[in-house]
């Protein structure tokens, strides 16, 4: 392999100088701040062509970052980070190569330092190496909480309602739900669409229940969710569709509010397209609050590359992930939540 060394007094020069002589796909192999007295700065980037780092693959489990290295593509995108983060990780690649990845999967530039920060990575000697990089990844790890909502609760019903935007896939998620639960955990379900606004949002969940063979009611107001419920009681589990509300609707949103009542033990999902920016989907977390939603589903993690903002609503309302959902097919398209599939899935280059 042909490892090339490129000078310049600034980063940024010799990053340009590695673009320029080896296009942006190269990789870089390590960074150093060369001292000289009294010259000023010097910094050496050494880098290698692209499809020539196959050699550094991590097989740690925990930390399967595909490639150790940083590409010159990565490292441009660093250069429009402000406050220096660079400069201080200039000496160690692996840390500078994690941080690329947390900011170019949309993990904000607050919380990708602050994961470093609490890991130790800018206390000088300390912060050099893979040890620290370990604690990194158990730093992210810290802020991701799990939650199964259907693990064996003896014999108790769960009842569980999904909310969040039109559009972000919850009739879908139920259908989902509803095929495994039934094929896999060998599970009764029933489910219920709830329409304040009889917008006719019956009917997609009523063809996927026909399907299923499994009852569907529907619920305009308080009454018929209670004689849904009374319906379905023989049920281990139900499922409640709800439908029509945009996150800037607030009246909607309290009137459903009203219909899905605090002394009834329903667990709330908020669903939340990863596809979404951080301020939007941190808008409709707020927006859905008065619901009091106990947990995440992200939605179409299959559409972005990006699963930094779903972290970073994470480290506002640390609540638990119930659920990924991976694409269209029902019910193929989606995983329970786990840990080490999230983190893979922030840090891993695709
Ligand atoms: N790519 C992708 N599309 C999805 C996913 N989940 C749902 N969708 C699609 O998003 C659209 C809206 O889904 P729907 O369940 O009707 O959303 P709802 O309005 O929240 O009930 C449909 O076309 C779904 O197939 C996912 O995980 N990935
Ligand atoms: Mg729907």
Redesign the pocket.
């Known amino acids: 392999m042909q490892v090339k060394k490129f000078r310049a007094k600034t980063i940024k020069d010799a990053t340009a100088k590695v673009k320029k002589a080896l296009g942006s796909n190269a990789m870089i192999i390590s960074t150093n701040k060369l001292t000289q007295s009294g010259a000023g700065n010097l910094f050496e980037i050494a880098a290698v062509p692209a499809g020539a780092d196959s050699f550094n693959e991590n097989k740690d489990p925990f930390s399967q970052v595909k490639s150790e290295l940083m590409s010159i593509k990565e490292m441009i995108c660093l250069l429009n980070q402000s406050g220096g983060v660079l400069e201080k990780l200039i000496m160690n690649p692996v840390l500078l190569n994690l941080y690329a990845k947390l900011i170019t999967n949309g993990v904000s530039d607050y919380n990708a330092r602050l994961f470093l920060e609490r890991a130790g990575a800018f206390n000088g000697q300390a912060g050099r190496g893979n040890d620290v990089k370990k604690k990194v990844v158990n730093e992210i790890a810290k802020v991701i909480k799990i939650k199964d909502p259907f693990e064996a609760t003896g014999n108790k019903q769960v009842i569980a309602a999904f909310i969040?935007t039109?559009?972000?896939?919850?009739?879908?998620?139920i259908a989902k739900l509803a095929a495994q639960l039934m094929l896999k955990a060998r599970k009764k379900v029933g489910l219920i669409s709830i329409d304040t606004y009889r917008i006719g949002a019956m009917e997609?969940l009523r063809t996927y229940a026909n399907i299923l063979g499994v009852p569907c009611f529907q619920a305009f107001k308080r009454k018929d969710l209670f004689f849904a419920l009374k319906r379905l009681a023989e049920k281990d589990v139900v499922l409640i569709?709800t439908?029509g509300q945009s996150q800037y609707d607030r009246a909607r949103i309290e009137e459903l509010n009203r219909m899905i009542p605090g002394d009834l033990a329903i667990d709330s999902h908020l669903?939340l397209s990863v596809a979404t920016t951080e301020s939007e989907m941190n808008k409709t977390a707020v927006n859905f609050s008065p619901l009091k939603f106990q947990s995440y589903i992200f939605?179409?993690?299959?559409?972005t590359e990006r699963f930094g903002s779903a972290i970073n609503q994470l480290t506002k309302l640390n609540l638990p992930v119930s659920y990924i959902?991976?694409?269209?097919n029902v019910p193929d398209?989606i995983e329970q939540a786990d840990k080490v599939k999230i983190i893979n899935m922030l840090l891993e280059k695709r």
Do not use: C, R
């Open positions: 969040g039109t559009g972000v896939g919850k009739t879908t998620t997609q569709d439908a669903l939605t179409k993690t299959d559409e959902t991976t694409g269209q398209d």
